[in-house]
């Protein structure tokens, strides 16, 4: 049962986007426009080029913003700023979610690659403020994204958590794999599943998922 595979967790983290809200809501859609005309203003490419370098840096630095950094010199906040400035009206708060994540045992974060204040803003809108002990944004690990290792140690280290007494729920698969080798249990959150190795479970419905190891 995957109830008893949980019973030693104690420390419980969420990742934000198309974790905590269905993928239905496409946010990320809204933040990827904003992202390729930040891209394009501040590198003054074209649209198409712009485009590119955007999932580029995505697939090979982890984040889009992580490659502006590293390649460009790009200033984080600025960035942080524009990207997250978006429309959340159609989010819906969901209480059976808020009701599941506050019964779980133990100390509950959000820890996602955008910034806290847009994370504390996703939290509030889907009615789940409280359910939380704390928000970590990327800038919480000195701006070094998922998957990196080295930003999970940052964060974990940050809370003071147990990665040995640990489970990471996450929408993109390649960000379970540094939390598997830390020893935590992992949880795919996505429509379809993918077989790796670093995947303990995989769920299209968290709240769901949630209520089996209450």
């Known amino acids: 049962m995957a109830k008893d595979r949980f019973a030693h967790v ?15 809501a496409r946010l990320f859609d ?20 712009a485009d590119r370098l955007r999932r580029k840096y995505w697939l090979e630095h982890g984040t889009t913003l992580a490659g502006l950094m590293r390649e460009h010199d790009v200033d984080p906040a600025p960035y942080l700023t524009h990207v997250h400035e978006i429309s959340l009206y159609h989010l819906e708060p969901d209480q059976e979610l808020r ?22 803003r996703v939290v509030a809108q889907r ?31 940050l809370d003071g958590i147990d990665s040995a007494r640990s489970a990471m729920f996450e929408d993109d698969a390649r960000n379970l794999s540094a939390p598997f080798e ?18 303990d479970h995989h769920t299209d419905d968290l709240s769901d998922f949630l209520s089996r190891l209450l």
């Open 10 to 24: 104690t420390y419980w983290v969420f990742d934000l986007d198309n974790t905590l809200y269905p993928p239905k």
């Open 30 to 49: 809204q933040i990827e426009v904003r992202m390729t005309q930040y891209v394009m203003d501040t590198l003054k490419v074209d649209r198409s080029e």
């Open 99 to 120: 009701a599941r994540i506050r019964d779980l045992p133990g100390r509950k974060i959000v820890y996602t690659n955008g910034c806290a204040p847009y994370a504390e």
């Open 127 to 157: 009615g789940l403020s409280g359910a939380f002990d704390a928000v970590y944004g990327v800038e919480h690990a000195g701006f070094s994204p998922k998957p990196e290792r080295a930003a999970f140690e940052a964060i974990f280290a």
């Open 182 to 199: 830390m020893g935590m249990r992992t949880v795919h959150v996505a429509p379809e599943p993918i077989e790796e190795t670093y995947i």
